[in-house]
């Protein structure tokens, strides 16, 4: 089965640049988009990233995303980090069956 | 505004049944898919089930197919999720989120607040 691997924790200090990792476990990252959400503490997710590298309206530029066919890894870059970054994050791509597949969760501390 | 408002959750006992449902609002609701992601508690998300615009075809994780049935009433603007034989690892926040259609290119952009189950004796 299709799986998304991501660290299960990072940490940053404010205003630095982190970046979270979503490895697939098998095919290429780049057959299927990959997108991002983030989770506050007792939030639904909201959706940060979508078709690898796109923002939805509302979402601030510090926010990016990518992909690395070498490494079948795709990757959210949050830049000037804020207190408020500070949450859970999900990337989601999809398997040979077109169903939708969640990779573990990264948990963001800003200290 | 796009809203989902999620009912139904509760504790229920393994083996039973309950029936969740959402209310949308905000959006033309006949052109989009609809999924149910559920997250067991302390736990990441998980992708349950997802119904085409027209109510036409289903999809279902492997975990849950024979249980669990999703159905949508596009003159009610609801999607509903029947979950029948509950077990104890059912345990979990149930979302509903809207899917791809009309304008949106993308599944998953909009979340209801969530809706608890509890599955225990």
């Known amino acids: 089965n299709f799986m998304l691997t991501q660290p299960h924790s990072v940490s940053e200090s404010p205003g630095k640049t982190v970046t979270i990792s979503c490895t697939g476990s098998?095919?290429?990252?780049?057959?299927?988009?990959v997108q991002w959400f983030q989770q506050r503490p007792g939030s639904a997710p909201t959706l940060v990233i979508y078709e690898d590298d796109h923002r939805p309206s509302g979402v601030p530029d510090r926010f990016s995303g990518s992909i690395d066919t070498s490494s079948n890894s795709a990757s959210l870059t949050i830049s000037g980090l804020k207190t408020e970054d500070e949450a859970d994050y999900y990337c989601?791509?999809?398997?040979?069956?077109?169903?939708?597949?969640f990779g573990g969760g990264t948990q963001l501390t800003v200290l | 505004e796009v809203q989902l408002v999620e009912s139904g959750g509760g504790v229920v006992q393994p083996g039973g049944s309950l029936r969740l449902s959402c209310a949308a609002s905000?959006?033309?609701?006949?052109?989009?898919?609809m999924h149910w992601v559920r997250q067991p508690p302390g736990k990441g998300l998980v992708w349950v089930s997802r119904i085409e615009s027209d109510g036409s075809t289903t999809s279902y994780a492997d975990s849950v197919t024979g249980r669990f049935f999703i159905s949508r009433d596009n003159a009610k603007n609801t999607v509903d999720l029947q979950m029948n034989s509950l077990r104890v690892d059912d345990t979990a926040v149930y979302y509903c989120v809207r899917g791809v259609g009309g304008k949106v290119v993308t599944d998953f952009d909009s979340w209801g607040q969530g809706t608890l189950v509890t599955v225990s004796s």
């Open positions: 989601q791509s999809f398997d040979g069956s077109s169903f939708a597949v």
């Open positions: 905000g959006f033309t609701f006949r052109r989009h898919w």
């Open positions: 098998s095919g290429s990252i780049a057959s299927n988009y």
